[in-house]
């Protein structure tokens, strides 16, 4: 298929107080046509700096690309201006940042917002615009759009402003449309409901949509690969449905184990992973997961792995081969079915 994103060696990192760190360090991915990826990982792992990086907002909020390429469509955003760059987000890259209530300005109505989105990258009547506006709203499930359109952001629910962020974000037909936690502070009838909306604007558009999250069980429903990423690298890279049947990398296992299961043991305490994230300035030597990493040896203490293909997928792990034969041994064990490792 065809690749409309590829994100080759990319790295980002901010002035601090202790000096120039690194936020994402060396990640490499792509995205087809028409594919929805999620990117999963702890707050801290880098998901939304790798976002803001494509976006090219990064140097907006004290941050620098320092090496890498950020390929759409063959042509290199890294090294674009920001003129050429506000012509490409919103009308072939969009973006839906994570909190709406303050992406949205409170001093402007819904439609005004909306509007302004259409209007400069289209050429258009206001007339024209509104009636668009009009439509988008009523796209993305939103009832009595002429109404909608007058009030202001305070005046809408958190699950409200999620869409009109999806609205102004669709308002030029992207081909990529980056979704920064869209569900997060939100209940889960209405989560259930942006995820819906989000499937079925993909389908209906062929979009690809690049997905932000750290719930995992959001990847499960949404994401045909996933990407788990951890301080500033990206850990594993695998087909949904291969992920879930056997993680290759630790930090992945943990992930998934960490998820409560309806067929699990009622009782049995939920497992977790020990530690924390590091700090970015105070990132370990050799493997960044290796102090969390049951499995950790001493070349996983001083040596860094790349990430290497298995198969169809991709792990940065020195053991990888190792984990996927024990874990492969225990299914066998019994018949089918993992048993504790």
């Known amino acids: 298929m065809e690749k409309i994103l590829e994100v080759k060696n990319l790295v980002t990192g901010y002035q601090g107080k202790d000096g120039f ?46 090496d890498g390429q950020i390929l759409f469509h063959g042509e290199d955003l890294s090294g674009k201006s920001n003129e050429e760059m506000r012509k490409i987000r919103g009308a072939k890259i969009s973006m839906i ?115 932000i999250t750290h719930d995992i069980g959001v990847a499960a429903e949404m994401a045909n690969r996933i990407i788990i990423m951890y301080a500033g690298k990206v850990m594993e890279i695998a087909e949904t449905k291969d992920l879930f049947d056997q993680p290759f990398h630790p930090y992945s296992k943990g992930l998934l184990e960490s998820v409560p299961r309806m067929d699990g043991e009622r009782g049995v305490p939920l497992k977790s992973i020990s530690g924390s994230i590091p700090r970015l300035n105070e990132v370990p030597a050799g493997c960044r997961f290796s102090p969390r990493c049951p499995f950790a040896t001493e070349r996983c203490h001083h040596e860094e792995p790349v990430l290497e293909t298995r198969g169809n997928r991709q792990v940065a792990c020195w053991h990888a081969d190792e984990l996927i034969e024990k874990d492969l041994l225990a299914i066998n064990a019994v018949g089918g079915e993992p048993v504790e490792s």
């Open 21 to 66: 760190v690194k936020a994402v360090d060396g990640v490499s991915f792509d995205i087809e046509k028409g594919e929805t990826i999620c990117i999963v990982g702890e707050s801290g792992s880098g998901k939304s700096v790798t976002s803001m990086s494509i976006m090219r907002l990064v140097e907006f909020e004290n941050g620098k690309i320092l």
């Open 97 to 211: 940042f994570q909190e709406p209530l303050t992406a949205l300005n409170p001093v402007f109505t819904i439609g005004k917002q909306i509007t302004e989105a259409i209007l400069f990258h289209r050429s258009v009547s206001k007339r024209d615009a509104l009636q668009r506006a009009e439509e988008l709203v009523r796209l993305v499930g939103i009832s009595d759009p002429q109404q909608r359109l007058k009030q202001y952001p305070h005046e809408l629910s958190g699950g409200m402003r999620q869409r009109v962020m999806i609205a102004i974000a669709l308002a030029s037909e992207p081909e990529l449309l980056i979704a920064d936690e869209p569900t997060t502070a939100l209940d889960v009838t209405i989560e259930a409901q942006i995820l819906e909306l989000l499937r079925s604007l993909r389908a209906e558009r062929n979009m690809s949509i690049m997905l």
